[in-house]
């Protein structure tokens, strides 16, 4: 064998062994090179439009829905945006606020739509709070609906849950079933978003980069389209 042709062959042989080697460790001590998380942005700390002095900015890949009629933004009773001064991880969370005359009806902050293996466990986690403490947060996808009251701390919730039968292309959506029964004022804040195959939730990760995933209206009104997808 020529001296060229070891030396490959030595190459991939080291290459076999560290692969091995990486997939061990990953095994042993829970490597979190190996989680994927599904949702974009879910820590929101990308914004396209904003944030600016003069607003707070959308996050990419999210978008929240009001089932009234009535104007965009504050007129339509809901503040939604970026928040840089609380975070469960990196600089910024998504602030959903009622405001002033908020009036009747539920309010849905929406992901994009992702494909997800059918009659398979999966795990959502998420970070949230809220002011006051107790408010009703309802976390959907197809196969999940679960209700957490955060407090007015940040805390971690995980729920695991398995698919329906398939296919599946739906997106995650927070839902406020008691936004209109709120005070003026009263806050959710939301951070680490994630979507995972698996019983068990692993720390959160940046999901891998997809074209196309930018800010959407701030509000919308009318029922939400991914309601339907994602209630079972």
């Known amino acids: 064998?020529?001296?060229?042709?070891?030396?490959?062959?030595?190459?991939?042989?080291?290459?076999?062994?560290?692969?091995?080697?990486?997939?061990?460790?990953?095994?042993?001590?829970?490597?979190?090179?190996?989680?994927?998380?599904?949702?974009?942005?879910?820590?929101?700390?990308?914004?396209?439009?904003?944030?600016t002095a003069e607003a707070p900015g959308i996050p990419d890949g999210i978008c929240v829905y009001r089932s009234i009629p009535g104007e965009r933004g504050a007129s339509a009773g809901v503040f939604f945006g970026l928040d840089e001064t609380t975070a469960a991880h990196g600089k910024r969370s998504l602030r959903i606020s009622v405001a002033k005359g908020a009036g009747a009806g539920p309010v849905h902050a929406i992901t994009y739509s992702y494909r997800a293996m059918a009659e398979m466990p999966h795990t959502l986690s998420v970070s949230l709070r809220s002011e006051p403490a107790g408010i009703p947060v309802t976390l959907c996808f197809p196969g999940l609906a679960a209700t957490c009251q955060p407090s007015a701390e940040w805390k971690r919730y995980t729920i695991p849950f398995k698919t329906p039968t398939g296919p599946i292309r739906a997106a995650v959506e927070i839902l406020l079933k008691d936004a209109g029964k709120l005070a003026e004022g009263a806050t959710v804040w939301i951070d680490t978003l994630q979507l995972e195959t698996g019983e068990t939730a692993h720390d959160y990760v940046e999901a891998l980069p997809r074209a196309g995933v930018r800010a959407n209206a701030a509000i919308a009104l009318g029922p939400p389209p991914s309601v339907r997808a994602a209630r079972t």
């Open 1 to 51: 064998m020529r001296q060229s042709s070891r030396a490959f062959v030595a190459f991939l042989l080291l290459g076999l062994i560290l692969d091995l080697r990486e997939r061990s460790e990953g095994a042993e001590g829970g490597d979190r090179s190996s989680v994927v998380n599904l949702v974009q942005n879910g820590s929101f700390e990308l914004a396209t439009n904003g944030p």
